[in-house]
Structures are given as C-alpha cells and as structure tokens.
C-alpha cells in the first residue's frame, strides 16, 4: 500500500511494548469461558483457552528486560515451556486502508499487541465494513474510499486506546510499572478521568463497527480499582427508581447465572457441541430448574 500512497502510523509513544515470547501449555482443568491478562515486571501475560489447550505469551518491552529475562518470568510461573514465537513488532497502523481497488486487511493494516485478540477481531470488523460499503464504490468514487478509511481509522484507534488501559495498574515494583513510560491517547487524556467519576458512558462509543465498547473499559477498568466508587454511587442514587430498579434486576440475574454455572461443564459442552451430540433442551431444562430454586431462595 506504501507505493500507492499510504503511510504507516507509528503509535510506540501510546503503547512502548515491542516483544512477544508465545508458548502452549496443556489444560490441567476445564477450559474456563473467559482468558486472562497478568500484570508480569515488564508488561502483560495473556492466557487463552483454546480446544485443546491454552495459548499463552508474554508481551513486553525489552527496553526494560532480556529475552532471557522474560523466559525466566515465564519459567517461575510454568516450569519450562517450548516457546513456540518470538515475535518482535512495533503498534501501529495505516493511515488508508482502502485506496482504489487495493484494501489492506487483517495484519496488512493494523498491528497492535497480542492482548485481547484485537488482531482476529479486526480482521471481522474490516471485512464486515467492506462488504457494506463495497457496492457503492466505482472508479473514482473518492467517497467511499474516505469514509471507509475514517471508519477505519475510528476502530485502529479504539483499539490503541482500549489496549492502552491495561496498563494504567497501581504497580510501581518495578521500573517499567514505576515509569509508565507512554503518552496518553487522546481519547484517554479527555474521558478517562470521568470516566473514573462517573463510570464508562455508551455515548462515548456510538461510532460503527468499533471493536470495544463502554462494557469493556468497565470491566478493565473496574479490574484495575480505578472507579471513584462514592462517586458512582452517588450518581447511582440520584436515578430514578426505575432506573435503579433495572440496575438492581440485572445483578440479580447475573448472581443467579454465576451460582448455576457448576450446572455446565464448559470443556464437555465443547466436546458434545462439536461431536453433534450437543442437547440444549436437557442443559435448558437443567438451566430452569436452577433458576427456579434460586428464585425460590430470593
């Protein structure tokens, strides 16, 4: 795309890490529904439960710590592993990715860090986009090509912003969490302080096809303590009842989800789903049933 006019936007001043150690270790347990993220001395470790095993890595910035050193963190938590990459990369992302017939896809376009599989999610949101907007391009059309592009750009940044967040943990045991050496996005620097005050707002995240969304920087930034909770919940008692009453009835089904979910073994439920003896209407009728003792109970 270079020849044809693009330009690669280099983002190492919002997010520093340049290195990845990736490694397969085998499941000891049964495969959890969700992936972990592990503040390690100089970075993140992610952890990703695949069908049969978990993908692991250790994303960081060797400004701070070795190869070797990393492999050592890496050893202390899993005894020895077989590194499976060594991937070294800079974030980043084009400018244009659509000039003409030419569209840059996938890693073609973007690359970012291995946290939160933001690659894979990409790649969907840059093809389910194009598939939109292709009908309306023909020879020339400059509009569809720059509004592709400014939808792009929109998602790439998002994903700097959202990936950039994790970062931003109270350690300072070691020098790279001590320094937090990167310059805030512009996205963070307006909103991050209200959102602390007043939690992740929707309207902040009505753009299309972004990847991650007001949920998402609650969760993390609700993993990281960063929410002035007496503030929030003083907003949270000046809403009106029916608005509290909605917040308070979600919880409630949450808390009965999560005490049923010893009902559903999520690595034998892989297995039936992909073996086509999968039975929904047994794990529903068991589902009701729990539901309905729970209900009794509350």
């Known amino acids: 795309m270079k020849h044809l006019g693009a330009n690669w936007v280099d983002c190492k001043k919002y997010l520093p890490m340049n ?6 270790t085998p499941y000891e347990e049964d495969i959890p529904s969700y992936t972990e993220a592990t503040a390690m001395n100089a970075g ?29 963190e890496i050893e202390k938590k899993f005894g020895a592993v077989q590194i499976g990459r ?31 599989a933001s690659s894979i ?7 389910d986009a194009l598939a939109t907007i292709i009908n309306n391009y023909y020879k020339g059309n400059t509009a569809t090509e720059n509004r592709y592009n400014n939808i792009m750009t929109g998602v790439f940044k998002n994903i700097i912003d959202y990936i950039q967040i994790h970062y931003m943990t109270q350690r300072d045991d070691t020098p790279f969490w001590k ?13 991050l302080e209200m959102f602390k005050n007043t939690g992740p707002s929707l309207h902040f995240f009505s753009e299309p096809y972004l990847m991650f969304r007001h949920v998402n920087w609650l969760m ?6 960063m929410f002035n909770r007496e503030r929030i919940t003083e907003i949270y008692m000046n809403q009106p009842d029916y608005a509290r009453r909605d ?27 992909l073996s ?16 309905q003792q729970e209900k009794n109970v509350v």
């Open 247 to 273: 917040v308070k009835e979600f919880f409630k089904h949450n808390i009965q989800l999560y005490k049923v979910a010893a009902v559903f073994n999520h690595r034998q439920g892989i297995k039936e789903i």
């Open 44 to 72: 993140w470790m992610w952890r990703i439960p695949t069908q049969e095993r978990f993908g692991n890595g250790y994303v960081f910035c060797d400004d701070y710590i070795t190869k070797d050193q990393a492999y050592e």
């Open 179 to 191: 320094e937090k050496r990167f310059e805030i996005t512009d996205f963070n620097k307006e909103t």
């Open 121 to 127: 999610g990409c790649t969907i949101q840059q093809l």
């Open 220 to 225: 993390v930034m609700y993993g990281l303590k």
């Open 276 to 291: 086509g003896k999968y039975d929904m209407d047994r794990d529903m009728s068991v589902l009701d049933t729990s539901l």
């Open 86 to 116: 060594d991937i070294k990369f800079g974030a980043g992302y084009l400018d244009k990715c659509m000039i003409k017939y030419c569209v840059a896809v996938g890693l073609a376009g973007i690359f970012v860090e291995p946290l939160e």
């Open 19 to 24: 290195h990845a150690l990736a490694f397969p």
